[in-house]
């Protein structure tokens, strides 16, 4: 990750002591260096295009895909890890997007609901969701949908489950499957009965 | 959350002693824990030192027949090792029985073993506590306790240490590996891992300043019928009240480890050897000198019966 002119300088005087165990930065000079926002520059890949941005070290994923990508469909609910509204894909496996700072995914490639489909070619999650009504006020639903995608793929590369009866058998495709491997991801309007019906439709589909 | 500077470290020695030389400074791993407590000001790192790139993600198999779990091993990924799933499916299932799929592929195994307590008062910077702030008092003795711990706490703390895998990291007789600032390895046994508040309830294991997990050893495989079960408020995605880990041999004995009660994994091999007698003897043997609150002593109760209904379990498919 490249690193700002202020940071590096920082490090180097780490760096440079290491193994030597004083000097020791203390805490009141170091927060000294600190009275503006360490900046921090990271390139990641975002539904396929590659971005570079110059982020303050505290952004954290959700706010970098949000604020400076504009990329609003991922929505930020509790903003701790709770309520799975920030759901997105990085390097293929589910995330709250809320719990990892952007400078963490630096060579990272990030999938958004924008990234799966859009409204003139919709994949077939979000299509199943308008089908089967897996929504009300639809806050959540972006984080549900790349739950749902990411989870058919743990089914599927046999990732076992807390309901799962067997360790040693590959998962099954039901409804208890989907039910706890979902749980992440809270629907404050409560349409998850809907929610399981519409992955349970896309999950019949061999993909 | 406060400002911080961020740097990749080269290797874990690396690490650990860029992290004894800054006051304040922290590693992060998977961040779940660490973020969530740094955007409310319980974390305040001046420097995060990111250790995701340093080849730790790797389960290998040792020369003694057990396995060495890279200490950024996703909690995913070790609860699906097919070599964890055969030989020591009580880490599965404990790992399973935690968080939420999302969390599970980000939260590591160094990282999953130092998360900090869920206990309400530590998460209110309003509230006094020991353990965010020594030496301000406990809000939590007096107030609402149902979810806090009933043994091995003290007047100064009653927080459980709230993680799942740790419970079966105990029963199977892990070993934590470090290195030191100084280039210096150890091994801490899981036992010792955690430590008891007593009077310094901010003193959570016994890692020293900059001191780096590189992997989580266990034994080779001891056989039996592996079960956990966590009993919670809702059926999943939520931490336990109690949690019981049972290793049941064909012989009757076995290994027991209890969570949701305690500062850390709660095993005591005295009460183990009382499997044989059953549920009752070995619960209250496990929970002598518990010091319950009234509105957490249901919890006495519920790991006898947890336990109970769990060696029932085991019985019928050993």
């Known amino acids: 990750m490249p690193i700002s002119r202020r940071n590096f300088m920082i490090l180097g005087a780490v760096t440079a002591t290491a193994f030597a165990m004083p000097p020791f930065i203390s805490l009141k000079a170091y927060a000294a260096s600190l009275e503006q926002p360490a900046m921090s520059k990271v390139t990641l890949q975002v539904n396929g295009k590659p971005q570079t941005l110059e982020v303050d070290t505290r952004t954290t994923l959700l706010d970098a895909l949000r604020e400076h990508l504009h990329l609003t469909g991922t929505k930020k609910g509790c903003d701790h890890g709770q309520c799975g509204a920030c759901t997105v894909i990085a390097d293929g496996r589910r995330i709250n997007s809320c719990l990892t700072l952007a400078v963490m995914h630096d060579g990272s490639d990030v999938t958004t609901i924008e990234g799966l489909g859009m409204p003139d070619k919709l994949h077939p999650m979000q299509a199943a969701f308008i089908k089967h009504d897996g929504y009300q006020c639809g806050y959540c639903t972006p984080g549900q949908i790349c739950s749902a995608v990411a989870v058919l793929k743990e089914i599927r590369d046999g990732i076992p489950s807390h309901v799962s009866p067997s360790l040693t058998e590959p998962p099954k495709l039901i409804a208890a499957e989907l039910q706890e491997r979902m749980s992440g991801n809270i629907c404050r309007c409560g349409a998850y009965s809907n929610i399981i019906e519409a992955i349970t439709e896309v999950a019949e589909v061999p993909a | ?318």
Not at chain 2, 51 to 67: F, K, M, S, V, Y
Not at chain 2, 134 to 146: E, L, M
């Open chain 2, 1 to 318: 959350m406060r400002a911080f500077n961020y740097s990749r470290a080269d290797s874990p020695a690396a690490a650990a002693s860029q992290a004894a030389q800054v006051e304040g400074a922290k590693f992060i791993a998977g961040g779940t824990n660490l973020l969530d407590l740094m955007k409310l000001d319980i974390e305040t790192p001046v420097h995060l030192i990111d250790i995701n790139h340093l080849g730790l993600d790797q389960i290998e198999a040792t020369p003694e027949g057990g396995l060495r779990i890279g200490a950024l091993v996703r909690n995913t990924d070790l609860a699906a090792d097919a070599r964890v799933r055969k030989d020591y499916a009580l880490l599965s299932r404990a790992l399973l029985a935690g968080a939420s799929g999302q969390l599970r592929n980000m939260a590591t195994t160094a990282g999953n073993l130092l998360q900090r307590t869920r206990c309400p008062y530590f998460y209110d910077t309003h509230q006094a506590c020991n353990k965010r702030n020594p030496g301000s008092g406990c809000a939590a003795i007096g107030g609402v306790t149902r979810q806090l711990g009933i043994i091995g706490v003290s007047d100064a703390c009653i927080a459980t240490h709230p993680s799942d895998m740790a419970i079966a990291m105990r029963a199977l007789d892990a070993q934590i590996e470090t290195v030191k600032p100084d280039g210096s390895t150890r091994s801490i046994a899981m036992a010792d891992f955690h430590q008891l508040p007593g009077n310094t309830p901010h003193i959570e294991t016994s890692l020293t300043p900059g001191e780096f997990i590189t992997a989580v050893t266990l034994p080779a495989p001891v056989g039996g019928t592996h079960i956990y079960h966590k009993v919670r408020d809702r059926s999943s995605y939520a931490f336990a009240l109690v949690s019981v880990g049972l290793i049941l041999q064909k012989d009757g004995t076995g290994r027991v480890a209890v969570g949701g009660v305690a500062p850390k994994p709660w095993r005591v091999e005295a009460a183990e050897a009382l499997l044989p007698k059953g549920a009752k003897a070995v619960s209250e043997r496990l929970l002598e000198g518990a010091t319950p609150t009234d509105d957490n002593q249901f919890k006495l109760t519920l790991v006898e019966r947890t336990l109970a209904s769990v060696l029932a379990q085991a019985r019928e498919t050993a």
